[in-house]
Every structure is written in structure tokens, then in C-alpha cells.
């Protein structure tokens, strides 16, 4: 269940054309080929894989010192007070112009990815697939330390993040694709106002099921 959580995030973040395709459709359009799509999508990628990445390495180390109760209500406010922010205030962050390359592309998406919050939002799930993984190979009194140290078992976090970033890469190009060769860029000042805000609700409910379990 919850490595579908991944891929469904991972879904998420690469249909939301403020999380990528909506540049990589832009440059190849400005380009006039399909190349500049497909050129600009590895390094989309890559930022936000950097972004996700570095919030759920921050978590892991944070939860060497601080106890897992205290990292999930750290985690539930950060993600209601984000998500709070996100629908008071829908601005996303401006980086360079349409002359750019893969450096450029890259911090761009990192920034994206980090205004969005798209890292914090997984961690609950790579709790509870770190707690799960713990219970099913220990016993009741191993599982419950192990759970203590859920985002710290490496292998969980890294494993998360690849399946998200694969996700995300698929579902950005197949946007990508159908959007520069049929439909064009008419459709996209709705779309994205309407996933954003669906996505800063989202962070809302995350934030509050996490305090509440």
C-alpha cells in the first residue's frame, strides 16, 4: 500500500505542469522540435530527485537525536502550516528564462519541487513503510525499537525515493508528449492553478492524518 503511495505521488508531482512539463513542452515549442522536450526532462528530473532527497536525508538524520514521536508532530506542523502557506499564498519561484541549459533546468526544478513541498510529503509514507519493514522481520519488542528508528534505515529512504522519482519521470514525459503534440498550450493557466491548489489541500490533510495516527 504504501510503495503505491510512492508511485502515486510520483504520478502526482509529474501531471502538475508546475512540477516540469510545462517548461519542457515550453522549451520545445520555443525550439520547434521535440528534442528540447526530451532534453529537458533528465534534468527536471534530477532537481527534484536533489530536493525530495535532501528532506528525507534531513529527516533521517534529525531522527538519530529526536524520537520519533516528536519527529511526526515536527513533520504533521510542517506540512499543515506549508500547506497553509501554499493556499494563502500561490506564487511559485521564478529562476532564469528560456535560454538555459541543464544546470539551469536542474536548479529550477529544485526550487519547484521545494516551493511545492513535494519532499515532505513523503515522509509519513517512508515511516510507515520503514515501521512495516521493521515489524514484519522482528518481533513485537525489536519492531517497536526499530520503529524508533524508521527514518534511518537507509535502504527505505533510498529505495522511496527512486520509486517517486520513476514515477514522476514517466508520468512528466507522457504529459510532456501528448501536450506538445496535440494540445497545445491553451488548457494549461487552469490546470495549473487547479492542481496547485489541490496539491497545498493535500499537504493540509497529509500534515493532519499524521498528527492524528
Do not use: E
Not at 25 to 31: E, N, S
Not at 41 to 66: E, Q
Not at 150 to 171: D, K, M, N, Q
Amino acid at each position: 500500500m504504501h510503495w503505491d503511495a510512492m508511485i502515486l505521488l510520483g504520478a502526482f508531482h509529474g501531471i502538475n505542469p508546475g512540477m516540469g512539463w510545462l517548461f519542457a513542452v515550453a522549451l520545445g515549442m520555443q525550439q520547434g522540435n521535440a528534442r528540447g522536450v526530451w532534453r529537458a526532462l533528465p534534468p527536471i528530473a534530477l532537481g527534484h530527485l536533489v530536493s525530495v532527497g535532501i528532506v528525507l536525508l534531513t529527516a533521517a538524520l534529525l531522527n538519530l537525536v529526536i524520537p520519533l514521536a516528536i519527529l511526526k508532530i515536527v513533520i504533521a506542523a510542517v506540512l499543515i502550516l506549508f500547506g497553509t502557506y501554499r493556499l494563502w499564498r500561490h506564487r511559485h519561484p521564478r529562476y532564469g528564462g528560456m535560454q538555459v541549459g541543464f544546470r539551469d533546468l536542474s536548479i529550477w526544478s529544485f526550487l519547484m519541487a521545494s516551493a511545492h513541498g513535494a519532499g515532505f510529503m513523503l515522509l509519513p509514507f517512508v515511516m510507515k513503510l520503514s515501521q512495516s519493514t521493521s515489524a514484519s522481520g522482528h518481533g513485537d519488542h525489536a519492531a517497536c525499537h526499530d520503529a524508533t528508528m524508521a527514518l534511518g534505515t537507509p535502504w527505505i529512504g533510498a529505495a522511496a525515493l527512486g520509486v517517486h522519482t520513476a514515477s514522476y519521470f514517466a508520468v512528466m514525459a507522457l504529459a510532456a508528449w501528448i501536450v506538445y503534440k496535440k494540445l497545445g498550450l491553451a488548457l494549461l493557466r487552469t490546470a495549473w492553478f487547479n492542481l496547485d491548489w489541490l496539491w497545498a489541500a493535500a499537504l493540509v490533510v497529509a500534515g493532519s492524518v499524521v498528527l492524528l495516527a
